[in-house]
């Protein structure tokens, strides 16, 4: 069965520290993988999207950005965290032709 | 643009009440509707889903019917748990193959003993 995992559940980050958040699934091969976020009090963010090795969508300009270096890796990155990069983070996947989009467990991140 | 709205909570109810949440949604074309459900601290897990009009989603008790008339994908569920307290996030997705999902804000519902 196909699994998701995403890490760390939990990051305190000051203000122009770096960030790196990372994703995996496995049990399946080519996935579509997607970043969201939930900020506090508001819906789910679509940020990234991505349909294989090295292929990036960006949904909303912002400080953050994505790679995916493996074809079943995700990972979320910024340079200088702001204030405004505080929320719930979400790592998804859907199979390669379409269907029903899963997601991890969320990882919280607070930027003091 | 493509959207979806769903109601503002918290919901407030006491066990085995009836629950609605309402959605509503705008999109071109026949997208696939579903509803997620967060609990406490954790990621969202697939509710149930409906790919096409008049389908109906269920699982859990919980149910909804896909209807393009009224543009509607209203959650029910008949008697509801103090386990069933949870953000429950209405979404739209498949639109010309992308996967993408659009999301409602979520409705907080709270149920009582």
């Known amino acids: 069965s196909q699994t998701i995992h995403q890490w760390p559940a939990t990051l305190v980050q000051p203000v122009g520290s770096p960030l790196s958040l990372e994703c995996t699934v496995e049990g399946t091969s080519n996935p579509n993988l997607y970043w969201y976020r939930q900020a506090a009090g508001r819906g789910l963010q679509l940020l990234f999207y991505s349909v294989g090795i090295g292929q990036i969508s960006s949904e909303v300009p912002q400080n953050l950005s994505a790679s995916r270096p493996q074809d079943r890796q995700f990972i979320l990155s910024s340079k200088k965290l702001l204030l405004s990069d505080s929320g719930f983070y979400l790592c998804?996947?859907?199979?390669?032709?379409?269907?029903?989009?899963?997601f991890g467990e969320g990882s919280w991140l607070t930027v003091v | 643009g493509n959207s979806v709205t769903q109601m503002e909570g918290p919901v407030t109810l006491s066990e085995e009440a009836f629950l609605t949440i309402n959605c509503t949604y705008t999109?071109?074309?026949?997208?696939?509707l579903f509803w997620y459900v967060q609990y406490p601290g954790e990621g969202l897990q697939l509710l149930l889903k409906a790919t096409k009009a008049d389908d109906k989603g269920s699982n859990k008790g919980f149910e909804a019917t896909y209807r393009k008339e009224t543009t509607s994908f209203h959650l029910e569920k008949g008697s509801v748990q103090v386990s069933d307290s949870a953000v429950y996030f209405c979404?739209?997705?498949?639109?010309?193959?992308?996967?993408?999902?659009?999301f409602g804000t979520g409705t907080r519902l709270q149920v009582f003993p």
């Open positions: 998804a996947w859907s199979p390669d032709r379409g269907g029903t989009i899963y």
């Open positions: 979404a739209l997705g498949a639109l010309r193959g992308t996967d993408k999902l659009i």
């Open positions: 999109a071109t074309g026949y997208p696939s």
